[in-house]
């Protein structure tokens, strides 16, 4: 199960490591051990999104109502965004838990402020995962791109959302019809 959840590089170099000897109870071995650490703990990785990754999520990611309306494929501005590595530049990246792709996250700098586009693998929400997903890449911002704050958008229906953003540091700055938009002050070393 771990093994079918891996993103294929990282299944491709688990393979190489298992099969690298002919000894069948090594093997089996290295098999076993890496179940249990990937059991053991969750370890997040951010890496940049590749073009398998960026294909898959907008092409197979189906959010169920009412969150459908984060479906990648439903936006054609944004499914274009996804699917183009020029469009992506290198402002997307993937958020890695346990070697299985969790999410992406986006960055768009302007000054000190990074606003950031995200999106959790439909099958892993509403199950607790918000708050280290998040703070993954959270994490990830402030040690790569040290901003004064980070701004984000929350639909106004998603209520679980805006009730972890608002756990999380941010405040509302701005109410629309359809969305809040929110920042999180932050103080870099």
Same mark, same amino acid.
Not at 28 to 43: S, V
Not at 114 to 125: A, F, H, Q
């Given at each position: 199960?771990?093994? &079918?959840?891996?993103?294929?590089?990282?299944?491709?170099?688990?393979?190489?490591?298992?099969?690298? +000897?002919? %000894?069948?109870? =090594?093997? %089996?071995?290295?098999?076993?051990?890496?179940? &249990? %650490?990937?059991?053991?703990?969750?370890?997040?990785?951010?890496?940049?999104?590749?073009?398998?990754?960026?294909?898959?999520?907008?092409?197979?990611?189906?959010?169920?109502?009412?969150?459908?309306?984060? =479906?990648?494929?439903?936006?054609?501005? +944004?499914?274009?965004?996804?699917?183009?590595?020029?469009?992506?530049?290198?402002?997307?990246?993937?958020?890695?838990?346990?070697?299985?792709?969790?999410?992406?996250?986006?960055?768009?700098?302007?000054? *000190?402020?990074?606003?950031?586009?995200?999106?959790?693998?439909?099958?892993?929400?509403?199950?607790? %995962?918000?708050?280290?997903?998040?703070? =993954?890449? *959270?994490?990830?911002?402030?040690?790569?791109?040290?901003?004064?704050?980070? $701004?984000? =958008?929350?639909?106004?229906?998603?209520?679980?959302?805006?009730?972890?953003?608002?756990?999380?540091?941010?405040?509302?700055?701005?109410?629309?019809?359809?969305?809040? $938009?929110?920042?999180?002050?932050?103080?870099?070393?």
């Amino acid at each position: 199960m771990i093994f &079918k959840d891996m993103i294929p590089s990282y299944q491709l170099g688990y393979a190489d490591y298992v099969y690298q +000897t002919d %000894n069948y109870a =090594t093997q %089996n071995r290295r098999i076993k051990n890496l179940a &249990k %650490n990937f059991r053991r703990m969750d370890y997040f990785y951010i890496m940049p999104l590749p073009q398998d990754l960026a294909l898959d999520i907008a092409n197979q990611w189906r959010y169920q109502p009412p969150l459908d309306t984060y =479906t990648i494929s439903a936006n054609p501005d +944004t499914y274009a965004e996804m699917i183009s590595p020029e469009a992506r530049g290198d402002r997307f990246f993937a958020v890695i838990r346990n070697a299985a792709l969790m999410g992406y996250f986006c960055i768009d700098q302007d000054g *000190e402020t990074v606003d950031i586009r995200l999106g959790m693998k439909p099958s892993l929400t509403g199950q607790g %995962n918000g708050r280290a997903f998040y703070q =993954t890449i *959270e994490d990830y911002i402030v040690e790569h791109v040290q901003p004064a704050s980070i $701004k984000l =958008t929350v639909a106004t229906f998603h209520q679980a959302a805006q009730t972890l953003f608002h756990a999380l540091g941010f405040t509302e700055r701005e109410q629309q019809a359809e969305y809040i $938009k929110m920042e999180k002050k932050l103080v870099c070393d």
